[in-house]
């Protein structure tokens, strides 16, 4: 009978951490959810950790449980953004690239200039926080370790796995610059244009453009 009752107050404990593990896990995303949309549309100065804590529906001390400082919170989530970002994209469609040297030069470009523009129109908060750290010198994401490793990689991949006869790192900018301004600029330089950056037709248009300018 104690040996019974043993197991199940093993089990009971068991079940209630991990309902505390899945409780905390739900609380940090919404922390993150929150930070990012926040520092994206505020910048990181202007936006406070009490207002972080409202959005998220958290106690106020709960970012520093977590996280310890507002600074640690805004690199979590740029490591975060970063994980699922353009750069990690990129460099899968490069060495998918690399892996089949037979597929047309213009196919496998068109692959990746529709994921990078379906990158940017899918994460906003991406572009504008990237815009804020460039009005701030880029004082996080100029040395976050994961975007200069594989910004690296992906020069090395062109360079060594592709065998790119131009400059790689001027086509990395060339491509990136190319598919990021309509959709960074989609208020400010697109509308005066009376163009739409988020309009499918527009995007299929800016494709087929992009992929002949990089080609020639």
């Known amino acids: 009978m104690e040996i019974k009752m043993l197991g199940r107050k093993t089990m009971e404990m068991k079940k209630k951490s991990t309902r505390r593990t899945e409780a905390a896990e739900v ?17 990181y100065e202007a936006t406070s ?10 106690t106020r001390g709960l970012p520093n449980y977590f996280f310890g400082s507002k600074e640690e919170l805004y690199r979590s989530v740029l490591e975060r953004i970063f994980a699922l970002s353009l750069t ?14 037979d597929t047309d030069v213009r196919d496998g470009l068109r692959i990746v200039v529709e994921s990078l523009l379906d990158f940017f129109v899918a994460h906003p ?10 009005l701030n010198g880029g004082r996080y994401l100029g040395n976050l370790p994961r975007l200069i490793g594989t910004l690296h990689e992906a020069v090395q991949v ?8 131009d400059e790689a790192e001027q086509f990395l900018i060339d491509l990136v610059a190319l598919c990021w301004f309509p959709l960074a600029q989609a208020d400010t330089f697109m509308k005066p244009l009376g ?15 992009v992929i002949s300018l990089l080609l020639g």
Do not use: M, Y
């Open 158 to 165: 062109l360079h060594e796995e592709i065998g790119w006869r």
């Open 195 to 209: 163009l739409d950056a988020h309009d499918p037709e527009f995007l299929a248009r800016r494709r087929e453009h």
């Open 49 to 58: 950790l009490q207002e972080i804590c409202d959005l998220a529906g958290v």
């Open 125 to 134: 908060t991406f572009i504008r926080i990237t815009e804020w750290e460039a």
């Open 88 to 101: 990690h994209e990129l460099l899968r469609l490069l060495r998918e690239r690399a892996q089949n040297p």
């Open 27 to 43: 609380s940090k995303k919404a922390i993150l959810d929150a930070a990012e949309a926040l520092f994206a549309e505020k910048g």
